[in-house]
């Protein structure tokens, strides 16, 4: 086994930065009561930091669905996709209980940890159609930018744009998760667990959909992605 391909320093910096994604956007659905633009910009403006001061040390992905995506394309390596995975789940949780032990309770509780949950009249085959759309976006946006060597270089920002205009769009819906980690940590720590597959099958489905896509109707070459 390479060892190369399971760097501690990209697993801890996966975990740093879908820390930051939970803490910052469950924290701002705690205390905000869920006001529609500070939660889309407190998970935009964290994915637009993490992903713009990580990206040189590991693919600063932070979601298990683009990790597939990418997985799925060839662009990650077996063993580097399940750390990845494996680290980003870890670092949901972790931001999960340091909003239990900081947070006011009260707000903590009215809010569910921050989970996300189906709005009033989803069902769960909306809410994976929901989530898949979103994160078909996210995905195409990672590529674009990131990726594709003929993209734009513009750190994390326009991928951050888009998880805002998704949380804007459809956060009353599903809670615009886009990824399995930001429903996992908090759904662990809270046992909030209703529908909880809607937000791995979702995100999953959106994330290879595009990612195969971009490979292969839209991609020049097959360069690895955000060269860490």
């Known amino acids: ?4 391909l399971l760097d501690p320093r990209k697993l801890v910096a996966e975990v740093v930065g879908t820390f930051a994604l939970i803490f910052f956007g469950a924290g701002s659905i705690i205390m905000t009561s869920g006001d529609l633009v500070a939660v889309a910009l407190a ?12 990206m040189g040390v590991s693919h600063a992905l932070f979601n298990p669905a683009l990790t597939i995506g990418l997985w799925a394309t060839r662009r990650l390596e077996t063993i580097t996709a399940a750390g990845y995975i494996i680290a980003q789940l870890a670092g949901a949780v972790v931001a999960a209980l340091a ?36 994160t ?7 590529f674009g930018t990131a990726v594709d060597s003929r993209g734009p270089r513009v750190g994390g920002f326009a991928i951050g744009l888009v998880i805002t205009m998704d949380i804007l769009a459809a956060g009353p819906l599903t809670g615009a998760a886009m ?11 809270d046992g909030s667990w209703d529908d909880w597959w809607v937000y791995w099958v979702g995100p999953v489905i ?5 990612a195969l896509l971009y ?12 060269a860490a």
């Open 179 to 189: 990824n399995p980690a930001r429903s996992f940590g908090p759904a662990l720590v």
């Open 43 to 54: 998970h935009g403006l964290a994915i637009a930091l993490s992903v713009s001061a990580l």
């Open 215 to 226: 490979h292969y109707v839209f991609a020049e070459e097959e360069s690895a992605p955000m």
């Open 136 to 142: 078909f976006f996210l995905m195409l946006a990672v």
């Open 206 to 210: 959106g994330a290879v959909l595009a």
């Open 1 to 4: 086994m390479d060892m190369d």
């Open 99 to 134: 909003l239990v032990v900081l947070f006011p309770e009260v707000r903590r509780d009215a809010a569910d940890l921050g989970t996300p949950l189906l709005g009033e009249g989803i069902d769960a085959a909306q809410g994976v159609g929901i989530e898949a759309i979103l």
